[in-house]
């Protein structure tokens, strides 16, 4: 069974920081494009920054210049570094990858549970 594990997400006050953390565990071949979504009360679920499957990264505009995807492949594992972070920010922040959990197996979309973020002014 593949799980997603985020964890780093709480409560900080406007200009701080927080960084966040995706494992991936099981029993997996491959682990292609990963990234960070969040959702806020009452809004759609969006991109916040992603690796694509050649490894370039994305980010959202809201978000560019404060946050920085990284990830460790030898430990299956996401970051999201988040600066001066914004009451804006608050969400529910999930992570999302795309693995191959076997070579013959075709590649499935796995998501976390969701971390919360919140932001105070």
């Known amino acids: 069974q593949v799980q997603l594990v985020e964890s780093g997400g709480g409560l900080v006050q406007a200009g701080g920081s927080l960084r966040l953390s995706c494992a991936v565990s099981?029993?997996?071949?491959?682990?292609?494009?990963m990234g960070w979504y969040r959702q806020a009360p009452g809004k759609q679920r969006e991109l916040v920054a992603g690796?694509?499957?050649?490894?370039?990264?994305n980010y959202a505009d809201a978000v560019k210049g404060r946050f920085t995807i990284s990830r460790d492949n030898a430990k299956n594992t996401l970051y999201l570094q988040m600066n001066s972070l914004k009451p804006e920010d608050t969400a529910v922040y999930y992570c999302?990858?795309?693995?191959?959990?076997?070579?013959?197996?075709?590649?499935?979309?796995?998501w976390g549970q969701g971390t919360q973020v919140a932001v105070s002014s």
């Open positions: 999302n990858a795309g693995i191959k959990r076997y070579s013959s197996w075709p590649e499935s979309d796995y």
């Open positions: 690796f694509t499957r050649a490894g370039n990264t």
């Open positions: 099981g029993s997996i071949f491959r682990v292609n494009a």
